[in-house]
T-cell receptor, first 115, second 112 residues
């Protein structure tokens, strides 16, 4: 079945450091890929998404490129801020052409950014 | 624009008591609706989804149930809570089964 594997956290960085959170997936067909962010005590917010190979999703300085050859969707940001401290979830939705395709989440990676 | 509401925001219940969590969506018609649970330090687990009024699909066996009495209302229930039911419950909606899901603010449930 479909699955998502994320790097374990927490990831601890200083402000303005470069961020990479690794995400790899296993899926049949052509899945869509997502990054969601969860700030403390809140629900999940969609951060970015990509629906086909080589697509790059971007939002708020974050980027992720859909790499089919390496089955990866790594999240990157060039310069993190304290306000980026949150839990980040990688997710995929199955790529079958018909029927309901549920969203499968990774376990989440906590990011802690210090001033 | 579309908004999704959940209540209550937090809930503390004794073991064996009943549960009712409510989720409503505004600004859209015939959404797909979802209930997820996030246990402490873990990822999200899909519990139920619904593609229409009265249509509920269960993903995992458990002592929880879901109902959809109206187009934009989704309710998560239990007759008798267990300690293992503690967690953060998230409702989500999408325009269709293949569209982006948008999440509510969540309900933190503690069973003592």
């Amino acid at each position: 079945g479909n699955s998502v594997t994320q790097m374990e956290g927490p990831v601890t960085l200083s402000e303005e450091a470069f961020l990479t959170i690794n995400c790899t997936y296993t899926a049949t067909g052509y899945p869509s890929l997502f990054w969601y962010v969860q700030y403390p005590g809140e629900g999940l917010q969609l951060l970015l998404k990509a629906t086909k190979a080589d697509d790059k999703g971007s939002n708020k300085g974050f980027e992720a490129t859909y790499r089919k050859e390496t089955t990866s969707f790594h999240l990157e940001k060039g310069s993190v801020q304290v306000s980026d401290s949150a839990v980040y979830f990688c997710a995929l939705r199955g790529g079958m052409n018909t029927g309901f395709q549920k969203l499968v989440f990774g376990t989440g990676t906590r990011l802690l950014v210090s001033p | 624009s579309q908004t999704i509401h959940q209540w209550p925001a937090t809930l503390v219940q004794p073991v064996g008591s009943p549960l009712s969590l409510e989720c409503t969506v505004e600004g859209t018609s015939n959404p797909n609706l979802y209930w997820y649970r996030q246990a402490a330090g873990r990822g999200l687990q899909l519990l139920f989804y619904s593609v229409g009024i009265g249509q509920i699909s269960s993903e995992v066996p458990q002592n929880l149930s879901a109902s959809r009495p109206q187009d934009r209302q989704f309710i998560l229930s239990s007759k008798k809570l267990l300690l293992s039911d503690s967690g953060f419950y998230l409702c989500a909606w999408s325009s269709g089964g293949r569209d982006t899901q948008y999440f509510g603010p969540g309900t933190r449930l503690t069973v003592l």
